[in-house]
């Protein structure tokens, strides 16, 4: 760490405001020069004059001040920044910040960036689960925005959810890396299925799963932020995709195959998370099947296994699988992994995750379980990623 990295902390309105406070300490005390944005919200819940103190620089508050110190600050301040985070993250400064607007100094200078962005929201949880916060976090994520957080607790409130913003050394740790981690998956091909399948039955009917697309679209993001060059292929699922290099929208299991088997080829790393339908039904009506009085029966076959077809090439991808199990978690996941030859695979208790943010995951290997508690789908991910650099570089040597 040769070179002092400079980060621009912005600070938005809230009672979490007092841990980018500590952040800011604990940064500075590890030699990064931090420069302070507070919105005119922030002040009233942490007085400029402690981030001044913390960091030893001047606190930026006033798009229009015109003082030599201020000038342009949302050209300046920026263009210095090896980074920006923002902490905490209001439910409106998101809403500004997906919408492009900037009518504040810490808006604009975040439209005017030319470095990476972290935000750390921080609200209460109804807010954190309406479904425009989500909508515009969603667009943060496809523009390449990092979010980190947050977290389930108590919250100023009193009530209990997610919503809270991380700790203050959780921060730093996601400024650290941001900053000075190298990028694990640099350089390599990382094939991603995602979401349900659906196996029709007649013209308006079928088979499907309630597979939300969170967990793979947040191993997607976090595949990305590793530096791979990512292609996504996905069943039908309300998310926005994040920015990958190459988005392949299926239907059915079928199509997805198809999708894999054309670009494996030219892959490193296969991880599929698509909750793939174990059958489809033998023969599609083209039309309505009109209702009656009478049972109807269905005869269901097999779809395709994509997991096994990757890894029993002849020379396949690292390839990782996902198991989603109702009971005996543990024996049922060794056994599949045993049984795909996959030197790695995540398993959860579908009851626990399908639907939900948050999700607590065992990884098998080759050298046993390793539990990764119940955290926000996107930690996990990245967490995910890097055990899956570690085994895939192993392999390699």
Known sequence: MATKKCLLL????????????EAARLLTQQAIDVKTVMTQSACRFVGPITFQSLTGNPVYTDLWETNAAQNMAHIHLSRMADLILIAPASADFIAKLANGLADDLLTTLCLARDCPLIIAPAMNK???????????LSILRQDGVIVVGPASGMQACGETGMGRMLEAAELVEAVYTALYAEKPLR???VLITAGPTFEAIDAVRGITNKSSGKMGYAIAQAAVEAGATVTLISGTTCLTPPAVDEFVSVISAD???????????????????????????????????????????????????????VSGLPDPPFCVGFAAETENLERNAEAKRRKKNLPLLIANLAQDAIGADESELILFDDAGKHILPKAAKIAQACRIIKHIGTLYFQTKK
């Open 10 to 21: 912005g600070v938005t309105g809230g009672v979490a405001a007092y841990k980018a406070a």
């Open 126 to 136: 109804q807010m954190w689960q309406n479904p425009a916060t989500q909508r515009n």
């Open 187 to 189: 350089g390599k091909r």
């Open 255 to 309: 199509e997805m195959l198809q999708a894999v088997q054309t670009a494996v080829p030219q892959t490193d790393i296969f991880i599929g998370v698509a909750a793939v339908a174990d059958y489809r039904a033998a023969k599609i009506s083209p039309q309505k099947i009109k209702k009656t009085d009478k049972n109807l029966s269905i005869e269901l076959i097999p779809n395709p296994d994509i997991l096994s077809a």
